[in-house]
């Protein structure tokens, strides 16, 4: 089997043409992705359910809008956490060491940069203080094994790189547009593209 190239902690835009409802105009960060298959959440889609109302005790450290975000169309009974560490940008995943030498608290486990996953059955008041920002996840998108670059291969998504400020954006429904208007190449024109095409 042929080597794959992780794309973890990198995005996944879909192209105007996708044609899964679930996927229309999303922006996915994948959070595990290798030859066993992906896993990602979806950045943009806020619901009107309160993190209070779900997860009280990690209501105070939610971030804007403190909504539930449906991260995917599996396993939507489940809860994700995902969240920022300052100044944990550039750090290996994986490393467990902070800049200044300081090991990543208990209950992270690191994707990207300054992007981990927090354990939601840890107290939240021992991660209270190392965490930037944090948004929660109702499922995920999950892909077998050569699903995803199969759907690559198709011209389904773009590829292009997280920022940290993607996981936190207090506006995720221009996100879409966001991120692709930021591209330095014709995805950038893509980022017009209207939202009924047929209107044209």
């Given at each position: 089997?042929?080597?794959?190239?992780?794309?973890?902690?990198?995005?996944?835009?879909?192209?105007?043409?996708?044609?899964?409802?679930?996927?229309?105009?999303?922006?996915?960060?994948?959070?595990?992705?290798?030859?066993?298959?992906?896993?990602?959440?979806?950045?943009?889609?806020?619901?009107?359910?309160?993190?209070?109302?779900?997860?009280?005790?990690?209501?105070?450290?939610?971030?804007?809008?403190?909504?539930v975000?449906?991260?995917?169309?599996?396993?939507?009974?489940?809860a994700?956490?995902?969240?920022?560490?300052?100044?944990?940008?550039?750090?290996?995943?994986?490393?467990?060491?902070?800049?200044?030498?300081?090991?990543?608290?208990?209950?992270?486990?690191r994707?990207?940069?300054?992007?981990?996953?927090?354990?939601?059955?840890?107290p939240?008041?021992?991660?209270?203080?190392e965490?930037?920002?944090?948004?929660?996840f109702?499922?995920?998108?999950?892909?077998?094994?050569?699903?995803?670059?199969?759907?690559?291969?198709?011209?389904?998504?773009?590829?292009?790189?997280?920022?940290?400020?993607?996981?936190?954006?207090?506006?995720?429904?221009?996100?879409?547009?966001?991120?692709?208007?930021?591209?330095?190449?014709?995805?950038a024109?893509?980022?017009?593209?209207?939202?009924?095409?047929?209107?044209?």
């Open positions: 089997m042929t080597e794959v190239s992780s794309l973890t902690g990198r995005l996944l835009v879909a192209a105007p043409a996708l044609a899964d409802p679930n996927f229309d105009r999303a922006v996915v960060l994948l959070l595990d992705h290798d030859e066993e298959g992906s896993l990602g959440v979806v950045l943009n889609r806020p619901t009107p359910v309160v993190v209070g109302d779900i997860l009280e005790s990690w209501a105070g450290l939610a971030g804007q809008p403190d909504v975000f449906q991260g995917g169309p599996v396993s939507l009974d489940s994700l956490g995902v969240a920022l560490i300052p100044g944990g940008e550039g750090v290996p995943g994986g490393s467990g060491i902070r800049p200044g030498g300081g090991a990543v608290p208990l209950g992270w486990r994707v990207h940069g300054a992007i981990c996953l927090v354990d939601l059955d840890a939240p008041e021992l991660l209270a203080a965490l930037g920002s944090l948004r929660i109702a499922g995920y998108a999950g892909w077998g094994p050569g699903q995803l670059e199969s759907e690559l291969t198709d011209g389904a998504w773009y590829v292009v790189e997280s920022e940290p400020g993607d996981v936190s954006s207090p506006h995720p429904e221009n996100l879409w547009r966001a991120v692709l208007r930021r591209q330095r190449s014709e995805l024109m893509i980022a017009t593209y209207p939202d009924d095409p047929s209107l044209n």
